[in-house]
């Protein structure tokens, strides 16, 4: 499981925790999404997309009144159907000189977005094994295959990487 925990200001406009959470995650905020709180859609109106109630600019944070431990959730790009359980911990005074939103822990590298939802995701993970990945590492850094300098070869070798740190997440690069 991979998680984040963020700080954010409970004056912030609903428009900034997507916006947030497409940061923590490494995501580049391309595809459709919207929160599920309390059996009411929220979201940012986009062209050619359904439509919501209420101005994601003009509803603060703070208008939900979150108990310790509630959750909802929060659903993008609707054709890979990635759902983020959001939990509310507690609500903490403003520290005036703070920056926020500020993310402060978390767990593992986020699934990368488009990689085909959380099956594909796994499938994926199993299918990038250390074994399977250092055998073809091994053959892409063949004297003779270096010599051709293949471009194919850099893109795997950079997908290589993303799975070789699948488990680590690096909390002062999504600051």
């Given at each position: 499981?991979?998680?984040?925990r963020?700080?954010m200001?409970?004056?912030?406009?609903?428009?900034?925790?997507?916006h947030?959470?497409q940061?923590?995650?490494?995501?580049?905020?391309?595809?459709?999404?919207?929160?599920?709180?309390?059996?009411?859609?929220?979201?940012?109106?986009?062209?050619?997309?359904?439509?919501?109630?209420?101005?994601?600019?003009?509803?603060?944070?703070?208008?939900f009144?979150?108990?310790?431990?509630?959750?909802?959730?929060?659903?993008?790009?609707?054709?890979?159907?990635?759902?983020?359980e959001?939990?509310?911990e507690?609500?903490?005074?403003?520290?005036?000189?703070?920056?926020?939103?500020?993310?402060?822990?978390?767990?593992r590298a986020?699934?990368?977005?488009?990689?085909?939802?959380?099956?594909?995701?796994?499938?994926?993970k199993?299918?990038?094994?250390l074994?399977?990945?250092?055998e073809?590492?091994l053959e892409?850094?063949?004297?003779?295959?270096?010599?051709?300098n293949?471009?194919?070869?850099?893109?795997?070798?950079?997908?290589?990487?993303?799975w070789?740190?699948?488990?680590?997440?690096d909390?002062?690069?999504?600051?």
């Amino acid at each position: 499981m991979m998680w984040r925990r963020l700080w954010m200001r409970s004056d912030s406009p609903m428009a900034d925790l997507p916006h947030s959470l497409q940061i923590v995650m490494n995501w580049a905020d391309s595809h459709l999404h919207h929160f599920l709180i309390g059996g009411k859609r929220y979201g940012l109106e986009r062209s050619g997309a359904f439509g919501f109630r209420d101005d994601a600019f003009q509803v603060r944070l703070d208008r939900f009144d979150f108990r310790p431990k509630e959750k909802f959730s929060y659903t993008s790009n609707y054709y890979d159907e990635w759902q983020l359980e959001i939990r509310f911990e507690e609500r903490l005074p403003l520290e005036v000189k703070k920056s926020y939103p500020v993310c402060i822990a978390g767990k593992r590298a986020a699934p990368p977005e488009d990689c085909g939802g959380p099956w594909r995701f796994m499938a994926l993970k199993q299918q990038y094994s250390l074994w399977d990945m250092g055998e073809r590492l091994l053959e892409i850094l063949d004297d003779e295959n270096l010599a051709q300098n293949r471009e194919d070869d850099v893109g795997e070798v950079n997908t290589y990487l993303y799975w070789l740190n699948a488990d680590r997440f690096d909390r002062g690069g999504v600051n």
